[in-house]
């Protein structure tokens, strides 16, 4: 159960790079790739998918934790994806769009890593 678990961390870890990188990487021409939003619906669902499996262990969860981190997940998740339709249209999307979910996903990751 562990090889199973440590596969859902490295897709989560993953999938948060390829947001945070995307947006580093479009930082001077701000916009939300196709990338950033494939990683926004795996940083979710790996996330989900660990909490379920640390449910069913025997350690326990700082449920507000994992709820404010779940609606952060989701708010970059919606700018994801309002982002890449947008661009898909040929349709500016707007620097508060792109940084939005490049700042929110970064903040994601400071509340997992520093909210003990």
């Known amino acids: 159960m562990d090889v199973v678990k440590y596969l ?36 979710v669902l790996s996330g989900l998918i660990l909490v379920g499996l640390a449910e069913m262990g025997d350690g326990s969860l700082n449920h507000a934790k994992i ?6 997940a989701l708010a970059v998740l919606g700018a994801a994806i309002v982002g890449t339709l947008k661009a898909r249209k040929d349709q500016p999307v707007s620097t508060g769009l792109a940084h939005a979910v490049g700042g929110t996903a970064l903040i994601n990751v400071l509340i997992a890593t520093l909210w003990h």
């Open 8 to 43: 859902f961390v490295a897709v989560h870890l993953l999938s948060m790079a390829a947001i945070v990188g995307g947006w580093f990487a479009r930082f001077r021409t701000p916009s939300v790739t196709a990338v950033q939003l494939i990683g926004a619906c795996g940083a």
């Open 67 to 72: 709820g404010v981190k779940l609606v952060l």
